[in-house]
């Protein structure tokens, strides 16, 4: 069956450190993977896209990589900051029908 | 823009009645999606509308209706709830022909069905 998993534990995380999270995917073949922020009583906001045949992506302090042979992306957060913490969430191209498929999502918590 | 809106904010219903969720967006976005975020379970698609008059179904169709007759518009009508249809309902857009275009997600409707 097919699945997306991102670590159902919060990540706590010290100010200043590089936040990582990991999301896992089965059975999908995906040609691109997202990454969304989402608050307390919002909806997502989206942050990166990174495709298959790229290898890593960067905005700001943020990175993502994508590696389609062990189906995983990584999401980095560096310098993290208080106002980083939210959950995170992968999502990808379900098929060629323009649908997305979501991950769970990971909480981050940055401690000042 | 104001983007991607939703109505109600919040909504309680009894089990049976019916209701429609309203989501519009002012960005001439020809992709139009409704999902369910629930504890545990992540965003679940219900159904999604690639163009006025188009619509189709996504993981989790039943109990929900959609239509789709302009552009801005993408209501989501529950026909009779069911306590199973509490949860958070958010309506998203994009273009239809960049899949890789950013999707913008609306504030979302938190329903409970007593």
């Known amino acids: 069956s097919q699945k997306i998993e991102q670590n159902s534990e919060a990540l706590n995380i010290q100010e200043g450190k590089t936040a990582t999270l990991t999301c896992n995917y089965t059975?999908?073949?995906?040609?691109?993977l997202q990454w969304y922020r989402q608050d307390p009583g919002r909806g997502p906001v989206f942050l990166l896209l990174i495709r298959e045949n790229e290898k890593e992506k960067r905005k700001e302090r943020l990175k993502v990589t994508f590696d389609t042979t062990l189906k995983q992306s990584l999401f980095h957060i560096t310098a993290s900051q208080p106002a980083d913490s939210a959950t995170y969430l992968c999502a990808l191209e379900a098929d060629g029908n323009n649908r997305l498929a979501f991950g769970k999502g990971n909480q981050v918590v940055v401690i000042p | 823009n104001a983007g991607v809106t939703q109505t109600p904010k919040f909504q309680v219903l009894k089990t049976g009645q019916s209701m429609t969720l309203q989501c519009a967006q002012d960005?001439?976005?020809?992709?139009m999606s409704w999902y369910r975020q629930d504890p545990g379970m992540g965003l679940r698609l219900i159904h999604y509308?690639?163009?006025?008059?188009?619509?189709d179904q996504g993981e989790v169709p039943n109990g929900y209706n959609v239509s789709r007759s302009t552009t801005e518009d993408f209501p989501l009508r529950l026909l009779s709830a069911a306590p199973s249809q509490t949860s958070v309902y958010f309506c998203?857009?994009?273009?239809?022909?960049?899949?890789?275009?950013?999707?913008?997600f609306g504030p979302g409707t938190r329903l409970t069905v007593l």
């Open positions: 509308s690639v163009g006025a008059g188009i619509t």
């Open positions: 998203a857009s994009r273009r239809a022909h960049h899949r890789t275009d950013t999707q913008y």
């Open positions: 059975n999908y073949s995906p040609a691109y």
């Open positions: 960005m001439n976005h020809e992709y």
